[in-house]
């Protein structure tokens, strides 16, 4: 079947603005996470989803930053006002039990 | 902050030699998992280690844990060109339920 998806892929924005990552996970995954990955980094932890419980926010770097999981399935991260720190790679998993998690591409944010 | 650190941080091999990368960690953990993440690309899991586990092989690689060290080794043996990529260790702790931590990566380039 179908991996995780995400779009954009690619998204230039001007500082100031919002902007919305949308993440569509393995059809019936329970799980969901959301990182950030700058240029040649690790992984941030962002936010994790599990089924119906309250998430797990502990990584979201400031309250620009907010997601929400609608039905248990499609994801969104909104940044608003974005600035020029928030450029990176955003990536989303999704997993059936917790281990291994399964990444879509995600999506290059540039903010200018 | 990140669970795991990588080392080397950079790792260039000629193609059919051994490439070992290690990954430290900070918490006590209920397992430990590599991934693979291609230029551009999501991370793709390769192999997990549970923490009461030794060592585990799966093809080319194998993987060692030594949870008194609190550390992992991923081998991979026969290097070959399609290996070039970005290799993170991840980890999920008792203490953080079920937020997965990565490390920030070994980038191992193989040289024709």
């Known amino acids: 079947g179908a991996g995780v998806s995400q779009s954009p892929s690619n998204k230039v924005t001007e500082k100031g603005k919002d902007v919305e990552l949308r993440c569509d996970p393995i059809?019936?995954?329970?799980?969901l996470y959301w990182y950030r990955q700058s240029l040649g980094q690790g992984l941030e932890f962002l936010i994790y989803?599990?089924?119906?419980?309250?998430?797990?926010k502990s990584g979201l770097p400031s309250d620009r930053f907010s997601a929400e999981r609608t039905g248990g399935s499609v994801s969104t991260l909104t940044i608003q006002r974005t600035q020029q720190e928030d450029s990176a790679v955003y990536l989303c998993?999704?997993?059936?039990?917790?281990?291994?998690?399964?990444f879509g591409n995600g999506t290059r944010l540039t903010v200018t | 902050s990140q669970q795991g650190e990588e080392d080397p941080q950079a790792l260039s091999i000629q193609e059919g030699e051994n490439a070992t990368m290690n990954c430290s960690y900070k918490?006590?953990?209920?397992?430990l998992q590599w991934y693979r993440q291609n230029s551009g690309r999501g991370l793709v899991h390769l192999i997990l280690?549970?923490?009461?586990?030794r060592e585990k092989h799966s093809g080319r690689l194998r993987v060692t844990l030594d949870t008194s060290k609190k550390s992992s080794s991923l081998l991979i043996t026969a290097s070959r060109a399609a290996d070039t990529a970005s290799y993170f260790c991840?980890?999920?702790?008792?203490?953080?339920?079920?937020?997965?931590?990565f490390g920030s990566g070994t980038r191992l380039s193989i040289r024709p």
């Open positions: 998993a999704s997993s059936l039990s917790l281990v291994p998690l399964h």
């Open positions: 059809s019936g995954h329970t799980a």
């Open positions: 989803f599990q089924g119906n419980s309250a998430p797990d």
């Open positions: 918490t006590s953990i209920n397992n």
């Open positions: 280690i549970r923490s009461n586990e």
């Open positions: 991840a980890t999920l702790s008792y203490s953080s339920a079920s937020k997965i931590i």
